[in-house]
């Protein structure tokens, strides 16, 4: 059963930037297309972006141009590398495959300050 692992939120102001991390265990993930989802409070879950196995991405509009997710097929992660962010990225931080076929892990939580 593969065990789905976020690290690297934290508290930061409005332009700042921090850099998520998603790693694996149990299994790969090397062949399935990988998104990180994020899920504010009272709202429902949402894609941010993806990335497929060969490297192709794409991102929900009101992060373009900030956010930036990569992979490592060989160390089974995934990463978002987040930009000027903002008071409406402020939620918890998922990762998990295109369809959703994984147990959900802890997420990790992201929070923006104005």
């Known amino acids: 059963q593969v065990q789905l692992v976020e690290s690297g939120g934290g508290l930061v102001q409005a332009g700042g930037s921090l850099r998520l991390s998603c790693a694996a265990s149990g299994g790969t993930f090397s062949s399935n297309v990988m998104a990180w989802y994020r899920q504010a409070p009272g709202k429902q879950r949402e894609m941010v972006a993806f990335?497929?196995?060969?490297?192709?991405?794409n991102y929900r509009e009101s992060v373009k141009g900030r956010f930036t997710i990569s992979r490592d097929n060989n160390k089974n992660t995934v990463d978002l590398q987040m930009n000027n962010l903002k008071p409406e990225d402020t939620a918890k931080y998922y990762c998990?495959?295109?369809?959703?076929?994984?147990?959900w892990g802890q997420g990790t939580q992201v929070t923006v300050s104005s």
């Open positions: 998990n495959t295109v369809p959703i076929a994984l147990a």
């Open positions: 990335i497929t196995s060969g490297g192709a991405t």
